[in-house]
């Protein structure tokens, strides 16, 4: 029953999608704007298995190794300096006060204003695209944990002082073990926003990547290809987020709430 | 010889005054109640003792020792709740308890299992060794409470201080928990420090029972003055102290 329901919403959609496929397709065999899901199937596993026709590479999976090591990237120096400095804003109140409103600042800044800086600055490689991913959610991710952080209870701060801890035993014994659940949880959010900047650089200045592959066939109006890209893209995505999820059941027993 | 000496403290926040002019010597191995009303500063004066706020004149020394500047190893603490971590096994808690002096925080090697052998007995003594390695979520008030006091002992501080450490629980397993300090303190012999709403266990467990009040009151102005300690009652024999004879009298006294 619940499977079913769950699985009710997905079959809507794809049912709505093949009847208004459908019914454009009678009134215009040419129409490309929906196309039918067999040509969808047909195309996605054409870009699946078929190499390029002139480097005999499967495009798909070099776009995907591509984006994939910039999300990874990305997402990856994010999280570790988002984890440094949420821990040391949250529990040093010198660093709190030295940093806190540098960061509420910062994290006003919209990204994508900052890309043409990236791209003059660090030029049109991987690494204006890393670092945009960078700039994009590592300010939210301090945020997040500064707050989580602040929100270990005093007491246990105290307590923890008590039993003769100095303050790197606290943030590496007390503070660190209690946030590493939390910056999962904070990763997991941020990882909708890492794909939204990984693809508008890609679409921007690139060579190859979902993103790049995507506006690249836009002007074709190859919807086909644009769907299979759009769904492996929320696929992969899903999956990302899906391991998160595991990964922290798996090794944060204790912090069953919430996550 | 007094074993904590609170001399002259004074404590406002802000432009409020909570303690004036305390006074307090303290024998070693003594229980002391602390009771009073809601926002008599008696938490405050507790807060003091652990040394996590100075107070603003005045100054506590533990065996002659300078006032403390920050919590530290003389000092264990209970707390109403969050006393332990929760991300630590019951068992990792107590180890805790001795492993957070380290420079990492952890033992290593042989230290580690010896460190573990000593927390089993630790926590054998708290009847805790059949969840020892379940996360402190797992367990009810009571235990989580019994848990807290054998960590803060392993600890070996010189006072116990314990914030309403009873406060939470249901009155049945608050007997349970008044049993299993006295046994505890009848072994260990530790000064203890305990605030509490309720008088009776005050007097049940406190060897002296100080009421913090204020001793001038502002109509007017409510927060005008601080409070102080009012009375210093000894607790022993329940309340009732001088009334066993300390001399022979020689007269036939049935045993």
Known sequence: ?259 | MSFVVAQDIFQSYGSRPILERINLEVAQGEFISIVGASGCGKSTFLRLLLAQERPARGSIRIDGNPPATEPGLERGVVFQRYSVFPHLTIRENVVAGEAFQRPWGRFFGAEAKVARARADETLARCGLEHVADQYPATLSGGMQQRLAIGQALAAKPRVLLLDEPFGALDPGTRLAMHDFLMELRAETGMTVFMVTHDLEEGFKLGDRVLVFDKPRWDPTDPDAYGATITYDFDARNGGIPFQTLKEDTHVFRPQ
Not at chain 1, 44 to 72: C, H, K, M, N, P
């Open chain 1, 1 to 259: 029953m619940a499977g079913f329901l769950a699985a009710l919403p997905f079959v809507v959609v794809l049912i709505a999608y093949a009847v208004a496929s459908h019914y454009r397709l009678l009134e215009n065999p040419n129409d490309k704007l929906l196309p039918a899901p067999s040509t969808i199937l047909e195309t996605a596993q054409r870009l699946f298995t078929e190499g390029d026709r002139r480097t005999g590479r499967v495009l798909l999976w070099y776009d995907t190794a591509a984006s994939l090591q910039r999300l990874a990237l990305g997402v990856g120096i994010s999280a570790f300096f988002g984890l440094v400095f949420g821990l040391l804003i949250g529990l040093l109140p010198y660093a709190r006060t030295t940093f806190a409103g540098f960061v509420a600042v910062i994290s006003m800044i919209p990204p994508l204003a900052l890309l043409p800086i990236l791209f003059i600055i660090f030029g049109l490689g991987e690494l204006s695209k890393v670092v945009l991913i960078v700039v994009g959610i590592l300010p939210f991710l301090i945020r997040d944990l500064t707050g989580r952080t602040l929100e270990i209870p005093r007491e246990q701060i105290v307590k923890a002082e008590t039993l003769g801890a100095s303050t790197w035993v606290i943030v590496l014994r007390v503070g660190l073990p209690q946030i590493l659940p939390r910056l999962i949880q904070a990763v997991r959010l941020s990882i909708g926003p890492a794909w939204l900047f990984l693809i508008a650089s890609e679409a921007i200045a690139s060579d190859q990547g979902l993103g790049y592959r995507i506006f690249l066939v836009r002007r074709y109006l190859a919807m086909d290809v644009i769907l299979t890209y759009v769904i492996w893209i929320t696929l992969l995505a899903f999956l990302i987020d899906w391991a998160l999820k595991t990964l922290s059941r798996k090794a944060f027993p204790w912090a069953e709430e919430g996550l």
